[in-house]
């Protein structure tokens, strides 16, 4: 599903020139649940943000389901982050004036939908996230494990191949945690590619691989045995 | 690109974002709203000073005797000149190529008595001509006729406000006023635009004064209108002739300044023109200034508007929108509120103007108004410039890359 070969990405910052990652190579299958781990500032969120075609890597190749993914127009990279990716950030990045319902429903505007269909479909993965009752509340009205569940269900709503989540524990406690990922673990039981960016162990267990990075390069890149919920 | 599914994702953007609706849409209206009532005033003003100057005849000469400051053909100087009956005549005959109009003024003080109530007024005595000149506008009745210069009638018209001095609530028509010995029936009422003093004026035919003082044939002043056609050089060529004509006639040295004094109306209405298109120019400038003023709260607002957005636009491209569909809603909203709002703005300002009418009457605003072409074209003119103000900081957000977006806080 995703295949990325000698991927390099520095950041420029006046004269100096930072370079995050160092030539990553690594191949992910349909279905698979891949955390990336490393401690921070080795480089995780810039990686998943090349993977998730917000950033440009410097140098490599990148395929997503066997296209190539490089030097695409805004417009293009706008079509394939709608057809092909779904995002959960740490911070949710819900938007604050549409309420749970409209948030999901958002990318399947994108997608060209009708409105009936939009409102169907976002009702059916909030129901999935077991938000149905809160579709009418704002964020600012949620608590961050029913935000982030609303970010998971927009995620999924525009039915992605791949689901891309930095930290999507992040900003949750422990409880809360193990909900959200019981929902991302049940996804992937339904067949969706996920990767899962996170610097805590436990959640890294709950995955059935992990990728460890360290200053730009993996070190690591093992199954695992996975922790049900 | 217009599309009821995009208008509907533009009226809830609009209608969940309150602040920022109102801030924008309040920038366009107030911009519109004061261009409206600043124009509208310059208009006013331009309305009371066209009252003021241009309500009379614009096509006269008027000739006045003076004293002769030169000796010539053994008249010593220091001689008073005056006017009389063949003055009038030597000019119909002389003057039939220029001549429109000719009435003679004989200006006195005089106490006006009715119904033992007594004030003082300036009493003019004219030929029918005096009409025309002054463009004194009837009321009632009529004006001093031929038949009243022919019999020296004792018939006089009244100003409106003489009027409602003298006769209060009454009819004052064929009612008969004192002056000095005799009395003298009512026979007209009038008005003038030129204001109250003029409205505080009696007419009387000037034989009739002339017969009321010694029966002499003595006239204070000459008022001449010309053919309109003749335009400023005519007007010119005219007073010069008229005034060789006085000079030999009444023997005054050609090179005296004093012994006669013709006031040509033309070159004051060129003056009061230019000063009519000199207060155009201001209000015109005023508009400008308002409208660019305007412009640049929109643009002001504009970019805070799509910087306070940033990060929502990175959501939205994260989730799949297009450049273009980004610069299509930040367009399509500012445009609708600018629209919406510009109307809203005009609207009250023309509301306004029209509620105002005279009541700033004595602050020379009279009859405040905006012509429609003028205010749809400044209207047009703010959402225009309020969508291109939009476009450059929408395009800008467009062309940031997600994750740049997506980190603003
Ligand atoms: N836009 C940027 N400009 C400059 N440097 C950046 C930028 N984004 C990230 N970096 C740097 O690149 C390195 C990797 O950052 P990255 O965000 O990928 O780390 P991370 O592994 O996700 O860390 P964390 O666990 O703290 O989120 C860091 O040293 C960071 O300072
Ligand atoms: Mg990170």
């Given at each position: 599903?995703?295949?990325?070969?000698?991927?390099?990405?520095?950041?420029?910052?006046?004269?100096?020139?930072?370079?995050?990652?160092?030539?990553?190579?690594?191949?992910?299958?349909?279905?698979?649940?891949?955390?990336?781990?490393?401690?921070?500032?080795?480089?995780?969120?810039?990686?998943?943000?090349?993977?998730?075609?917000?950033?440009?890597?410097?140098?490599?190749?990148?395929?997503?389901?066997?296209?190539?993914?490089k030097d695409l127009t805004e417009t293009i990279a706008a079509n394939y982050r709608n057809r092909f990716l779904g995002f959960v950030f740490q911070s949710f990045n819900l938007i604050n004036y549409k309420n749970a319902l409209e948030n999901v429903?958002?990318?399947?505007?994108?997608?060209?939908?009708?409105?009936?269909?939009?409102?169907?479909?976002?009702?059916?993965?909030?129901?999935?996230?077991?938000?149905l009752d809160w579709a009418k509340h704002l964020p600012s009205e949620l608590s961050g494990g029913q935000k982030q569940r609303v970010a998971i269900a927009r995620a999924m709503a525009s039915e992605p191949k791949v689901l891309l989540a930095d930290e999507p524990t992040g900003a949750l406690d422990s409880n809360t945690s193990r909900e959200v990922m019981s929902l991302i673990?049940?996804?992937?039981?339904?067949?969706?590619?996920?990767?899962?960016?996170?610097?805590?162990?436990?959640?890294?267990?709950?995955?059935?691989?992990?990728i460890t990075l360290k200053d730009g390069v993996i070190i690591e890149d093992k199954k695992t045995d996975q922790i049900l919920l | 690109m217009f599309s009821r599914d995009q208008w509907q994702e533009i009226f809830e953007t609009i209608r969940k974002n309150k602040l920022r609706t109102i801030l924008s849409g309040f920038t366009v209206a107030l911009g519109i709203f004061i261009f409206i009532i600043l124009f509208g005033f310059g208009n006013g003003l331009k309305n009371s000073f066209e009252q003021f100057f241009l309500d009379d005849a614009t096509n006269t000469l008027w000739l006045y005797p003076g004293v002769t400051s030169k000796a010539y053909q053994g008249f010593k100087d220091n001689r008073r000149i005056e006017f009389e009956n063949s003055d009038l005549i030597d000019i119909k005959e002389n003057f039939t190529?220029?001549?429109?109009?000719?009435?003679?003024?004989?200006?006195?003080?005089?106490?006006?008595?009715y119904k033992g109530q007594s004030n003082i007024y300036n009493i003019r005595a004219v030929a029918p001509a005096h009409q025309n000149v002054e463009k004194t506008i009837i009321m009632k009745g009529r004006f001093i006729n031929q038949k009243d210069i022919d019999e020296r009638t004792k018939n006089i018209t009244i100003g409106r406000l003489v009027a409602q001095d003298i006769f209060k609530k009454e009819d004052p028509m064929g009612k008969y006023i004192e002056i000095g010995e005799s009395a003298f029936k009512v026979v007209g009422v009038f008005q003038d635009k030129s204001g109250d003093r003029e409205e505080r004026l009696v007419y009387l035919p000037y034989t009739t004064r002339q017969l009321m003082e010694k029966n002499n044939d003595k006239i204070d002043q000459i008022i001449v209108s010309f053919k309109q056609e003749l335009g400023y050089v005519g007007?010119?060529?005219?007073?010069?002739?008229?005034?060789?004509?006085?000079?030999?006639?009444?023997?005054?040295?050609?090179t005296d300044k004093s012994g006669l004094y013709i006031r040509n109306t033309t070159e004051r209405v060129r003056q009061n023109q230019r000063f009519a298109s000199t207060l155009q120019i201001i209000v015109a400038f005023v508009g400008i200034g308002t409208l660019i003023a305007g412009i640049i709260g929109i643009s002001n607002i504009?970019?805070?508007?799509?910087?306070?957005?940033?990060?929502?636009?990175?959501?939205?491209?994260?989730?799949?929108?297009?450049?273009?569909?980004?610069?299509?809603?930040?367009?399509?909203?500012?445009?609708?509120?600018?629209?919406?709002?510009?109307?809203?703005?005009?609207?009250?300002g023309i509301f306004m103007l029209s509620r105002l009418d005279d009541q700033l009457e004595q602050y020379f605003i009279l009859d405040p108004y905006v012509d429609s072409l003028t205010a749809l074209i400044a209207t047009f003119l703010l959402i225009f410039f309020g969508a291109i103000a939009g476009f450059i900081p929408a395009k800008r957000a467009a062309s940031i890359k997600p994750i740049v977006a997506l980190r603003d806080e």
């Open positions: 599903m995703i295949q990325i070969s000698n991927l390099h990405k520095s950041y420029k910052m006046g004269s100096n020139s930072l370079h995050v990652l160092k030539g990553i190579n690594f191949k992910i299958d349909e279905g698979e649940l891949v955390a990336i781990m490393g401690s921070s500032g080795s480089g995780k969120s810039t990686l998943l943000n090349i993977l998730g075609m917000l950033d440009i890597a410097d140098e490599g190749n990148y395929l997503l389901d066997n296209v190539l993914i429903a958002l990318p399947l505007y994108y997608q060209g939908l009708r409105r009936k269909t939009r409102q169907q479909k976002a009702l059916e993965y909030l129901k999935k996230v077991g938000l673990q049940k996804i992937n039981d339904e067949g969706k590619t996920i990767l899962v960016v996170t610097h805590e162990i436990d959640i890294a267990k709950m995955c059935k691989r992990i | 190529f220029f001549l429109e109009n000719i009435t003679p003024r004989i200006n006195r003080r005089e106490v006006l008595s007007a010119l060529a005219f007073e010069k002739q008229l005034g060789d004509f006085f000079k030999s006639k009444k023997v005054i040295d050609p504009m970019v805070f508007v799509v910087k306070e957005r940033t990060k929502e636009l990175g959501i939205r491209k994260a989730l799949g929108a297009n450049p273009i569909s980004i610069v299509a809603m930040i367009l399509n909203e500012s445009i609708f509120i600018t629209t919406l709002s510009g109307i809203f703005g005009l609207l009250i």
